[in-house]
């Protein structure tokens, strides 16, 4: 990997479609809101926060990232959780973001989930006025809790219908399919969200979970589903719809034993909507255009496949014909005006 490859990624225009804003909380802002919101962290430097980062799978992630967000407790913590984001997507030549958040991981400590879409609502709106980026919310249900408090959810949801542009399905996958969620997805579509769910890598029930989430829920799109790979007509299936997979190789390295470069660069291949996402960055310390970087390094690729790679990002977004079009512009004069 040159300097020069790695100084073209971070440049080149893209968009982050797999980040959820409560796998933004770097320990620096962690203690500020501890510190405002008068609560005592066990931990009492950077490092030791970082000390705690030991995570094997995905289970033993979640068991760190929950807890953390109890400093979350003002619409001003939430808005400043997303406003440090964006800022840093931004420097990353992010220039659309779609990012999840966990509400029932708030209102399930007491918070209301008005404090918490105000604030994030708040940081997307001045992102746009001052960065220039744009940026969408994406309403995630806790999968390892049941369906009626899912519902519950999507129709506390429903007054903040304009803020929120889709629904998503998080946290722990074992045992829990995307079946499970089948009435409450139909009846998000009804109310107009669109729909992705996350198929985590390596799953018990990988395959099985991705071919519910197009067969039965039909989703818009969906988020890592990286084992697609071993099963030729899914992916002939999910070409056929055009389904984006929002992968994320920085994440895969800490909670699998690899980052999947070699599954990735292969669904590339068969001509699959692969994105390059960040998931939760200031836990596994790589935002967007570090990951762009680390599966070029690991993938082998090269300029050609990372502008495809930045077109796949727009393609697989929420966007209009028109700001797509405006974005794919934009990534080829960023390298037609390359050196
Ligand atoms: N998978 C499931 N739940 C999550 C993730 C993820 O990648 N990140 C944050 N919550
Ligand atoms: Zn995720």
Not at 60 to 81: C, G, I
Request: charged share 25%; glycine share 6%.
């Amino acid at each position: 990997m040159t300097t020069d490859l790695a100084a073209f990624a971070r440049g080149l225009p893209k968009a982050e479609l797999h980040v959820h804003l409560e796998g933004t909380l770097e320990p620096e802002l962690k203690f500020q809101l501890a510190a405002r919101n008068g609560i005592a962290l066990p931990e009492k430097t950077v490092a030791e926060v970082k000390q705690t980062y030991k995570f094997h799978d995905l289970t033993s992630f979640l068991q760190v990232y929950y807890p953390a967000m109890r400093v979350l407790q003002q619409a001003q913590d939430f808005h400043d959780l997303a406003f440090d984001y964006l800022t840093r997507a931004h420097a990353d030549g992010v220039r659309h973001a779609e990012m999840f958040f966990d509400p029932q991981a708030h209102t399930g400590r007491g918070v209301a989930f008005d404090t918490v879409i105000t604030g994030y609502h708040s940081a997307v709106v001045r992102a746009r006025r001052e960065l220039g980026i744009s940026a969408e919310l994406i309403l995630c249900f806790l999968r390892d809790h049941s369906a009626e408090y899912a519902m519950a959810t999507l129709m506390e949801a429903l007054p903040y219908r304009d803020r929120i542009i889709g629904v998503g399905l998080d946290s722990d996958e074992r045992g829990n399919p995307p079946r499970k969620f089948a009435d409450v997805f139909a009846r998000a579509r009804g109310e107009g969200f669109l729909l992705t769910m996350h198929c985590d890598i390596d799953q018990p029930d990988s395959i099985e979970h991705i071919r519910q989430a197009l067969e039965e829920i039909e989703v818009d799109r969906i988020d890592h589903g990286t084992n697609i790979v071993e099963d030729d007509r899914l992916v002939e299936l999910a070409k056929s719809k055009g389904i984006g997979l929002t992968c994320c190789p920085v994440s895969n390295s800490f909670v699998t034993e690899q980052m999947k470069s070699a599954e990735l660069s292969a669904l590339l291949d068969r001509g699959l909507t692969v994105t390059v996402n960040s998931d939760d960055p200031a836990y596994f310390g790589a935002y967007a255009a570090d990951n762009y970087v680390a599966l070029a390094r690991h993938a082998g690729l090269g300029i050609e496949q990372l502008v495809t790679l930045a077109e796949n990002s727009f393609r697989a977004a929420w966007l209009s014909k028109a700001r797509l079009d405006g974005f794919l512009a934009e990534i080829h004069d960023y390298v037609a005006a390359r050196p």
